[in-house]
């Protein structure tokens, strides 16, 4: 769990280009509300099914769990060695209908059921048919991914238990058991304000990092993977690491949200857009990796339910711009903050993983005069 | 459930161009098998998680049961209103790591944690993770969708059960409460076999038709559908059209299966053609409409599993043609076949969905000189 | 050059399903323009630069020669061995910013960068650059089409020329000389008026159909193409068939047109009905083939150009399919008119291609009981 | 033109990761040979036709001017506000059938022409359709971009004199007059040689560099852009800038080549890794911006032109990370060679773009502790 009051990497002096919105998180954007599970149970051995556990679910929901309005919506995959349900149907019809998940890559199946019950049950689907949106990242390296643990409930909790507000970060909802660039890391916000000139839009981004060797790491343009190397035991010791010869396992989930009149063809060059702020952190977007991403508007409320013209704003490409610099912007923040709010966690078998260590992560930016 | 002997699209006359292999069935490409687990029970009005129960689940083994090898694969969506997942990852590595199952939409999630489990328990796959296809089509017409009946010990049975030879069509597996243009459809199998000219490869393909309003059905070109319209009452008790303003409701999974040597992105190509089949049965693929097609060749063993550098065979895209047309043509005919051996079904609150009358089939193609 | 009073499709009896507009063709759409160049001259053995000739450009405006508004687009390959350039941006943004042209495959550089001039001299087009839509087929059988013979001027006569109304088909700007199913064809429009409950817009389609072997020939669900089979010395002089080693040479461009207020990423869904429409007549699709198909809409009217937030129309999903269904239908009838309308060519080094014989055509449909 | 003994990036003591290849260029990967047209004449007012001209064509043979072999390629459009002409053929048949080019936008038709003319020439081409690959960015701000200055002789000449060994870097070939970040920039290109435990492979990159605001330049991390800002008359002149409402103009064309045996689908994902290159050196990638990326691999020689079935060699997924990190690494290394060749350079009007000054780079560099 995130402590409270733990410093956020702004926090620590590290330099990121634009503004935040008040709460540099996703619930900036009017309207979104966030909701986690965690699990952490048990410690020791590996049994499957019995855990240790490590993992969870987290829930945003682009207007809120009273509204049961759609968004706008676009996706894109710069590494698809992961999972996002639902995508199909948002490329065809640019709508996305429900809220947006995240789990391990084991739970995908019972969330995405789950999620459907729980849209039944409280009226916000058609009853015949609904195709939900569920991404995943694997924590198989400190969580017992083949015991199952996220059950119908944990998924119902995090959804019911969505709010607005600040958001928690580090090892919390799907995040909990996730690390990247070879330390503990998770789930991660950030927000930015965009300049009233191109109409005072916020973007928020939320990301479920879990990606990436130490060596690639770059912190506001600092290589510090490099000046922090992992020791030699630690890299044998990571089981995780099979999953691709180089060595650089894992994936990242990230959701870009915003106000801003975005159509669906537009969203789309959004969340490419987060690949240009995963690359500032270092990211080459490995053969592992499950690097997917998916932008939403919450402007043009109630377009989906017209029955035969809606009438529907669209900011111009010539503004869009600055869209794009703000979830590049955005992206980067977040993907910081994931890995500045982590803690140390142990898991099965003893897997343990350490949380970056500020002092070294300040120490590092110092030497390169970047330290604010 | 399919009755022994009952008689296939081109037992009853019906021309279709192309040679059929020996099964008219994907089961004719060498070493695919298929599963199926049918779940009929309960009658009477809809109780939510009591039934009645019309659905189920089929499983598409590429290579057997027997082998944990990968096969090239590819996909298209011509109209993306449904979920197949997995498909990030066969579009990003080319390769189709374990079965295609389909079942109903709400059951997908279920289906597809529990091909992990049997995956991860059968040592086919990665303990840390996998990302199955599964695929679906809505049954809510005539099954209890949102009981949520599909459990993983289906599942199980399916993959179990998988065999290679005769493939059981209609009211069967996952295919078991689909409706197809207005009719009592599910799933229907055909094949071609090549000239040896274009090196005799064999072209299997199988679908789970639950797709099109009446009037559009065309059989060999005749306008069925029209010579066989819908009585005003059935029209207005089907409550599953309100999925589309248009009265178009449903989907259509199809699966391209060859042991033509083709690369991912050939059999991309391969995947788009379905849509070309499809179309000759009147589909104009509508709005509600989860049309998705995957392709895999069972050519190149092994080549998934080389540490370095595999060496792989590639058909000359000067032949592919011959694969094309086999593909177009083998999905028209099992698409017919669907039609034809599904039986008259009653299910939820006494939803009956009749099948098509043989004889008035026959009738409308003699009249349009199209029986053989 | 098309005849005057020379029948059309429907004109011969051959049944098409839905309502055509007024004109039955492309320029039904309301400001749309469409002008064509046509280049017949010379005779007798080929000599390159100098013939014989037989190729052209056609010209369509979506907004008509005096608007410099922009239009929402998208666009869809079926079979990409063809070019259709200034798609990436289309893709990207979303709008078609000037005409859309067509040509042999050899000129489309040339007719590109005449565009561009045109559209300066214009003021229609930044002075700092342009993306012109420029698509192709290619006329080589009958074509000097090494010897570069569209020039500028052709372009600009093209252009200058559009005009609403009545739309030449058959042998006439860039269809001159092109052939489809084996028989000579080239230009061809329809268009159908959608009923009001669904908006009553209008959906025309244009098409340059150079595509498909005698075999494949299928009209109005009748297999044309086996009743009237290809001598066999004519397969043997055909030259353009070392295309393909299957047979099946040449391309098909199909513009899609309607007012219906669609989104970009709607207009997507409308291009790749154009293969339905396609497959109707009997298409593959084959690997020599450039299936490349764009659709755009006239509504929006200056959206383009709003230089913050415009406000846009937007149908409903839920109507949509009326949209799919008349684009599936025009698409078929105006490929059908291409091959009606044209007449018997004699080109390079004598190669001759001949016009279906509209009594043959007849007598296939009145076997299979299909003429009106 | 460049400058002999002009010093490259590294020379300047900028820091980049990865090992280069012997000339660090895209000619280190074996066959490849690049050839340049620069045309730079008249000074003063522009006149329509007349000048100045400051342009050129770059053409890359990827296995030299006497193969007619075909190479395996892939693409990617991280903004598509550019032209690459070809690419719909590679989506499909996954080959790149003959050079690349690259030029100014409104050269893109003559160059296609002139390059299917010179293959029809030189019998690299089927006689009866080609489907050239041409890209471009605009060099409007100094060239006399509609006067049309580049002529089919230009294209011969970079054909002809196509050479392996070191390439030309800064104001010459198709980026004679192009500016990136805000300075003149142009041409670059960089390698790498990949380590032995994962093949040895080479990957070469050679960019086209024509986008980005000052604001934005990073290089090896360092705010570069922060340091040196533009001075504020310079911002006012630079009519270019209205491309974008918020001032980003311009694109960047990058083309990676390999030695590494990749099939289609995986050079697709190579070409998609120079996105992550390009956001190393700050773009967020414009919407002004045409960043269009192309890799193709030299190995599988002859894989093109067998008639039935190919032998062809395939990189496991499992080491082509390398690749990737490759990729990013000489694609940011390729940019800032651009910028560190480029020199000052008077256009059109008495435009002027200053280049980078080596001195003030270093010295932001050495502010920032990342000098070597």
Chains 1, 2, 3, 4 share one sequence.
């Not at 799907?174 to 916020?202: E, L, N, Q, V």
């Not at 991403?293 to 402007?299: D, E, K, L």
């Not at 809606?310 to 010539?318: D, E, P, W, Y």
């Not at 966690?345 to 930016?365: K, P």
């Amino acid at each position: 769990m995130q402590t409270q009051g733990r410093p956020r990497a702004r926090d620590l002096g590290i330099p990121f280009d634009g503004t935040p919105a008040a709460l540099n998180a996703i619930t900036d954007v009017p309207g979104i509300e966030v909701g986690m599970t965690t699990l952490i149970s048990g410690d020791g051995p590996l049994k499957v099914g019995a855990g240790p556990v490590r993992t969870g679910v987290t829930a945003i929901l682009p207007r809120g769990r009273t509204s049961k309005d759609q968004v706008f919506a676009g996706w894109f995959s710069l590494n698809g060695n992961g999972e996002m349900t639902g995508t199909t149907w948002i490329e065809e019809a640019g709508f996305l209908e429900g809220p947006i998940l995240i789990t391990n890559t084991h739970s995908v199946g019972v969330v995405r059921d789950a999620s459907i019950k729980w849209s039944v049950e409280h009226g916000r689907t058609s009853q015949a048919w609904s195709l939900p949106v569920v991404a995943e990242t694997s924590d198989g390296f400190l969580n017992d991914i083949n015991g199952f643990h996220v059950k119908p409930e944990h998924v119902f909790a995090a959804l019911d238990g969505a709010r607005s507000g600040r958001v928690a970060e580090g090892n919390v909802g799907g995040g909990t058991g996730m690390r990247c660039y070879g330390f503990k890391c998770g789930t991660g916000t950030a927000s930015r304000k965009i300049d009233a000139r191109f109409g005072g839009y916020i973007v928020g981004v939320l990301v479920q990092a879990n990606h990436g060797t130490r060596d690639l790491l770059r912190v506001a343009g600092v290589p510090v993977g490099q000046e922090l190397p992992e020791p030699a035991a630690g890299r044998a010791a990571d089981a995780s690491r099979a999953r691709d010869a180089l060595g650089e396992a894992g994936s990242i989930i990230i959701v870009v949200a915003t106000d801003a009149p975005l159509l669906p063809h537009q969203l789309k060059r959004i969340a490419r857009r987060a690949a240009l702020g995963l690359a500032r952190t270092g990211s080459v977007s490995s053969n592992g990796s499950g690097d997917i991403f998916i932008a939403f508007s919450t402007a043009n409320a109630g377009a989906a339910s017209v029955p035969a013209t809606a009438q529907v704003s669209m900011m111009s490409n010539t503004r869009i711009g600055a869209v794009f610099e703000a979830t590049v912007q955005a992206t980067e923040e977040a993907i910081v903050n994931a890995l500045v709010a982590a803690e140390t966690m142990t898991g099965v078998d003893g897997h343990r993983t350490e949380a970056i260590s500020h002092d070294a992560l300040r120490q590092a930016l110092r030497k390169y005069n970047r330290l604010k």
